[in-house]
């Protein structure tokens, strides 16, 4: 009997967890997940974008203007996933995240010392903070790079 040879990659697997941890965010408008994995691909941890604990979702504002908003109260899904980590030293791991990290979010993965980055998605790469971001990583020798999507569909029934 051989393997199965149509199995996920690892990459694929991760990936998947991430945009399944953003399906937790409450945000109507962005959800954003990540998911950090050791140098032997076990997850360590998970975030997505939302409130600290403690701060009621439905007593803050989710809107993305004005002198009350949202920007004010989340917490990045990158940051959560660094914060949730209670096991000691992410150095050396790897994070998925399904959209490209912000500079503030850039500075907490370096400190953290996450060597490699996977995103999916880059839609605000023309933005001061994403292209400051990329400095920040590149110049901290943290190797990123975009997911490649396979193309096949992996379905969830809950």
Not at 14 to 23: E, K
Not at 70 to 81: D, F, I, P, R
Request: glycine share 8%.
């Amino acid at each position: 009997m051989f393997e199965r040879k149509d199995h996920i990659s690892w990459d694929e697997y991760f990936m998947g967890v991430a945009m399944l941890s953003a399906r937790r965010s409450k945000d109507p408008n962005t959800q954003v997940g990540a998911c950090i994995v050791s140098e032997t691909n076990r997850i360590l941890s998970m975030g997505y974008n939302g409130f600290p604990n403690g701060v009621p979702d439905e007593e803050f504002p989710w809107n993305r203007e004005g002198e009350d908003n949202k920007y004010l109260y989340s917490t990045h899904s990158e940051l959560n996933a660094i914060l949730n980590y209670r096991g000691g030293s992410l150095e050396g791991c790897k994070m998925y995240v399904t959209l490209f990290p912000c500079n503030e979010c850039a500075k907490a993965i370096i400190q953290s010392g996450i060597r490699t980055l996977v995103y999916a998605e880059d839609k605000y790469a023309d933005t001061p903070g994403v292209r400051a971001s990329k400095r920040m990583l590149n110049r901290a020798g943290v190797v990123f790079y975009q997911y490649e999507p396979s193309g096949r569909d992996v379905t969830l029934s809950l």
